[in-house]
């Protein structure tokens, strides 16, 4: 089974089993107000074609975090676009730029993008942390969707190059 590890989580592509605890975390409007196609209230059906149906493999890869036995977000890469989500309680741990950390050494290992992509919203300074942590470096604002809210809202874009990720690695970030 395809799995990634860091010291404290794991990442899998999920199944049905899944689907109760991710639809947790969705179901709260303070994580799915900073995402982007994610409805609100949440969608059980929608959740279920999230979390059940992969990306195509050659485009990308999408799966869940654990803690130990316990689920705490869901993460992803498609097209070159990193995305995160973790539930309320297990916000400030590190977790968010642990796993994405990994994501991204695995997506430039696997996959031949020249570049990784993110956005946040401009209210969502948790998120912009994250990716500066990992190495993304901002690339101007942009008008984004938002299903939860309603509407295109302002984002800080952001890319982090293949060639800026191979030299944090050799550095040994
Ligand atoms: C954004 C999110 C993924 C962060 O996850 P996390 O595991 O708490 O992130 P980390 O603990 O790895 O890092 C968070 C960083 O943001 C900082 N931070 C948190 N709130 C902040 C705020 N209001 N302003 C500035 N920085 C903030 C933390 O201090 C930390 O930085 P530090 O290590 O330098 O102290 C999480 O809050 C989440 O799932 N939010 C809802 C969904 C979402 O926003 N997804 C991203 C869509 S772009």
Same mark, same amino acid.
């Given at each position: 089974?395809?799995?990634?590890?860091?010291?404290?989580?794991?990442?899998?592509?999920?199944?049905?089993?899944?689907?109760?605890?991710?639809?947790?975390?969705?179901?709260?409007?303070?994580?799915?107000?900073?995402?982007?196609? =994610? #409805?609100?209230?949440?969608?059980?059906? +929608?959740?279920? /074609?999230?979390?059940?149906?992969?990306?195509?493999?050659?485009? %990308? !890869?999408?799966?869940?975090?654990?803690?130990?036995?316990?689920?705490?977000?869901?993460?992803?890469?498609?097209?070159?676009?990193?995305?995160?989500?973790?539930?309320?309680?297990?916000?400030?741990?590190?977790?968010?730029?642990?796993?994405?950390?990994?994501?991204?050494?695995?997506?430039?290992?696997?996959?031949? =993008? #020249?570049?990784?992509?993110?956005?946040? +919203?401009?209210? /969502?300074?948790?998120?912009?942390?994250?990716?500066?942590?990992? %190495? !993304?470096?901002?690339?101007?604002?942009?008008?984004?969707?938002?299903?939860?809210?309603?509407?295109?809202?302002?984002?800080?874009?952001?890319?982090?190059?293949?060639?800026?990720?191979?030299?944090?690695?050799?550095?040994?970030?």
């Amino acid at each position: 089974m395809f799995e990634l590890r860091t010291e404290r989580l794991t990442f899998r592509h999920g199944t049905a089993s899944d689907v109760e605890a991710i639809h947790a975390i969705v179901s709260d409007w303070d994580v799915v107000k900073n995402l982007g196609s =994610w #409805p609100f209230p949440a969608d059980l059906g +929608y959740t279920i /074609n999230r979390i059940v149906n992969q990306p195509d493999r050659n485009i %990308g !890869f999408a799966g869940i975090v654990r803690a130990g036995d316990e689920i705490v977000g869901g993460m992803g890469i498609v097209g070159g676009d990193l995305g995160y989500s973790f539930g309320l309680a297990h916000w400030g741990k590190g977790y968010a730029t642990e796993m994405s950390r990994r994501l991204v050494d695995y997506a430039f290992d696997c996959f031949n =993008w #020249p570049q990784l992509t993110s956005e946040a +919203y401009v209210d /969502n300074p948790a998120s912009s942390r994250v990716l500066a942590k990992v %190495g !993304f470096e901002p690339a101007g604002t942009a008008m984004a969707p938002c299903a939860a809210r309603g509407g295109d809202f302002e984002v800080h874009r952001f890319i982090l190059a293949r060639e800026r990720w191979d030299a944090l690695r050799n550095s040994g970030q």
